[in-house]
């Protein structure tokens, strides 16, 4: 095409030939960026709920040896508890996995009470207030509710702090808000006897905010972080009696 000409189709709106290239290799290169999130979001979601199914398999096979004849100990709260893989972290302990995908604490007096009458731990975990904070709770009611909690179990409890948040998620989960919160819950955890165990610290970055190598949303931890959780989670259990932690 002589040059003219090709002025002639770029005043009329058309577009050279290289330049449709390039906007057609521009346009195929976003489609493939956003299939491949879209593709690692739905893998991330699927290897949450593998998780669960984990989680039920394995306490299945818990009850079928016998694990729980002299005692269990609960794990309860929201995903965070829920997406915890217990028989990599905690192997023959005899934990119930009771954490409930997008449950508040202000919602979850009554599934408490009935789970400790179904599964009468010796020992409860409690890990739930990261959702009412998301979703603008106040934190005096959400501590009453966990405080209700409590009074149940009495000092055969460890309550969790919050972990941290990052992304999309910092913005209704500021760093200064889950400090006061987790300050709040020590307190109120020293007030009824119980244990308070800090993950915020073994999670959050410099920043306060979750270290990017240790979760999967800014919200829920990844294997590593869940395996630093873990760590954590093992050395409070040993500062309980081996009845109480129902070994």
Not at 56 to 81: M, T, V
Not at 103 to 114: I, M, P, V, Y
Request: aromatic share 8%; proline share 4%; with cysteine.
């Amino acid at each position: 095409m002589r040059t003219m000409d090709r002025l002639v189709i770029a005043k009329a709106g058309g577009f050279p030939r290289n330049d449709s290239k390039g906007f057609l290799i521009a346009a195929l290169l976003l489609l493939c960026t956003t299939s491949c999130l879209a593709g690692w979001k739905m893998v991330a979601f699927h290897s949450r709920l593998t998780s669960i199914e984990d989680n039920e398999r394995w306490e299945s096979r818990l009850a079928a040896s016998g694990a729980y004849r002299n005692g269990s100990i609960l794990f309860f709260g929201d995903s965070e508890i829920a997406f915890w893989p217990m028989a990599e972290s905690f192997g023959q302990l005899p934990i119930h996995n009771r954490g409930l995908k997008g449950e508040l604490a202000q919602d979850a007096g009554e599934r408490f009470t009935a789970t400790l009458r179904e599964v009468q731990p010796r020992l409860a975990v409690i890990l739930t207030g990261t959702n009412d904070l998301g979703a603008g709770k106040s934190l005096e009611s959400t501590l009453a509710h966990i405080e209700v909690m409590l009074a149940q179990v009495g000092n055969r409890a460890i309550v969790c702090s919050l972990l941290p948040a990052s992304g999309d998620f910092a913005a209704n989960h500021p760093a200064d808000d889950i400090a006061r919160w987790n300050v709040k819950l020590a307190a109120l955890a020293a007030a009824r006897g119980a244990r308070f165990l800090d993950l915020y610290s073994v999670l959050a970055g410099m920043d306060g905010r979750f270290r990017p190598d240790l979760t999967v949303d800014g919200l829920h931890p990844n294997s590593d972080g869940y395996a630093l959780m873990t760590t954590a989670m093992l050395a409070e259990l040993s500062r309980f009696p081996r009845s109480a932690a129902g070994h």
